[in-house]
């Protein structure tokens, strides 16, 4: 790869010299490993506060704030007006053109209750700006038209219309909650600070405890379903397994490993047993001949994408610092 610009070519030299900082702490420990050491973690940091805001912070606190605190100053009969117009055009775009099919429109039900809910739902999303209404007018369209409910009898339509509109607000009792929350966590969060103070470090447990509780009760259903009841289904396994009719005995070897590793690898760790017969001295040795296989398969799973990361630098040392660099200069 060749670089495009000098700026580029820059930034090839200072990761192939840190590189080389890096590296040089297999030698012994220095300044330069350190200071590498130094920028890694500070860029990491930064990165990940600048990650947070961006995808946390900024989205989720800092916007729907605004916006709630904008569309309480909205005027509320610009928005209702935009309604209006909006559910007139869309009457007028779906009205039967005879008396007859007129009348045969005005006995299809009405779900009044969904529309109410759609309607909510279309003018109380946090991204939706109240007071520009061309953005209110093409929500508007698109929920219309998009939404899965029948409205086709559009003198219902008119008259929900009416109903929503003197009941409407523009900001409801659900986004007052929703905010309400907001700020509850905002402030749950910024309790983490008093870590910075030793005399009131203790109050940051609140929100650690806050956070372990909805961490483990997330965790705890997804991990037992995964790492146990998962397990115990994958080794509920036939020993002898047969492919029409007849006995697939690579399959079946490796279905009694598997039942022999499991039973055996349990019966290990009946540390309350007694073992002294031969039988549960051998079922000991083989679960542990098991657990070595399977430590010594994870140790060497390990290393080897460790040795693939340094296969990774150590061609990108020679395509892009070297090879790159001589491109760069036309050699």
């Given at each position: 790869m060749t670089p495009d610009t000098f700026i580029d070519l820059t930034g090839i030299w200072v990761a192939a010299l840190l590189t080389f900082c890096v590296f040089s702490f297999l030698i012994k420990d220095n300044f330069?490993?350190?200071?590498?050491e130094a920028i890694f973690v500070g860029v990491?940091?930064?990165?990940?506060?600048?990650?947070?805001?961006?995808?946390?912070?900024?989205?989720?606190?800092?916007?729907?704030?605004?916006k709630?605190?904008?569309?309480?100053?909205?005027?509320?009969?610009?928005?209702t007006n935009t309604i209006v117009a909006e559910i007139n055009y869309f009457v007028s775009s779906n009205k039967p053109t005879n008396d007859l099919q007129l009348?045969?429109?005005?006995?299809?039900?009405?779900?009044?209750?969904g529309f109410f809910i759609l309607m909510n739902e279309t003018l109380g999303r946090s991204?939706?700006?109240?007071?520009?209404?061309?953005?209110?007018?093409?929500?508007?369209?698109?929920?219309?038209?998009?939404?899965?409910?029948?409205?086709k009898n559009i003198f219902?339509?008119?008259?929900?219309?009416?109903?929503?509109?003197?009941?409407?607000?523009?900001?409801?009792?659900?986004?007052?909650l929703w905010v309400a929350y907001i700020i509850f966590s905002l402030l749950l969060g910024l309790l983490f600070l008093s870590r910075f103070s030793p005399?009131?470090?203790?109050?940051?447990?609140?929100?650690?405890?806050?956070l372990l509780g909805i961490g483990v009760g997330m965790a705890m259903p997804l991990n037992f379903q995964t790492q146990i009841l998962g397990q115990i289904q994958a080794s509920i396994i036939p020993v002898v397994h047969t492919v029409s009719g007849s006995i697939d005995w690579a399959k079946t070897f490796g279905n009694i490993s598997l039942i022999v590793g499991i039973l055996s690898v349990l019966y290990y760790f009946f540390f309350s047993l007694k073992k002294t017969d031969p039988f549960s001295?051998?079922?000991t040795k083989i679960g542990i001949a098991y657990l070595m296989i399977g430590f010594g398969a994870s140790f060497a799973f390990t290393i080897m994408a460790r040795v693939s990361l340094l296969i990774g630098r150590v061609e990108f040392m020679k395509e892009e610092w070297i090879m790159g660099t001589i491109r760069y200069f036309g050699y």
């Open positions: 330069m490993f350190k200071l590498t990491s940091v930064g990165y990940f506060i600048v990650l947070t805001y961006q995808n946390g912070i900024k989205p989720k606190i800092e916007k729907p704030l605004i709630y605190v904008h569309n309480l100053k909205v005027d509320k009969s610009a928005v009348a045969a429109v005005e006995q299809i039900p009405f779900n009044e209750n991204s939706l700006d109240l007071a520009d209404q061309k953005q209110v007018a093409m929500a508007l369209q698109n929920a219309l038209n998009n939404s899965t409910l029948n409205m219902a339509l008119e008259k929900s219309t009416e109903k929503y509109i003197k009941s409407y607000k523009t900001v409801s009792l659900s986004r007052n005399k009131h470090a203790w109050v940051s447990r609140y929100p650690m405890a806050y001295r051998g079922l």
